[in-house]
């Protein structure tokens, strides 16, 4: 049996963070680039979502995969 060093695993592990996502918009109101997010809706469907002026924008990009 060989032996090994007991790691402390806390220490290995990089903090995760999470991607900031632009889209760019047609309109400048009240910047050029709006801050976007991924949905997953009803049915494992993925959107990226965006607000625009004053309206909600969704744009499909697929079907959440299943391992």
Same mark, same amino acid.
């Given at each position: 049996?060989?032996?090994?060093? *007991?790691?402390?695993?806390? *220490?290995?592990? &990089?903090? $995760? @963070? *999470?991607? @900031?996502?632009? !889209?760019?918009?047609? @309109? @400048?109101? $009240?910047?050029? %680039? &709006?801050? &976007?997010?991924? =949905? !997953?809706?009803?049915?494992?469907?993925?959107?990226? !979502?965006? =607000?625009?002026?004053?309206?909600?924008?969704?744009? %499909?990009?697929?079907?959440?995969? !299943? $391992?």
């Amino acid at each position: 049996m060989i032996k090994t060093k *007991k790691h402390d695993r806390g *220490k290995r592990r &990089a903090t $995760p @963070e *999470k991607p @900031e996502i632009f !889209v760019r918009t047609k @309109e @400048e109101w $009240p910047s050029r %680039y &709006a801050h &976007a997010s991924i =949905r !997953v809706k009803t049915g494992g469907y993925l959107y990226l !979502v965006w =607000r625009d002026g004053g309206r909600i924008r969704n744009f %499909y990009l697929g079907r959440k995969r !299943v $391992p």
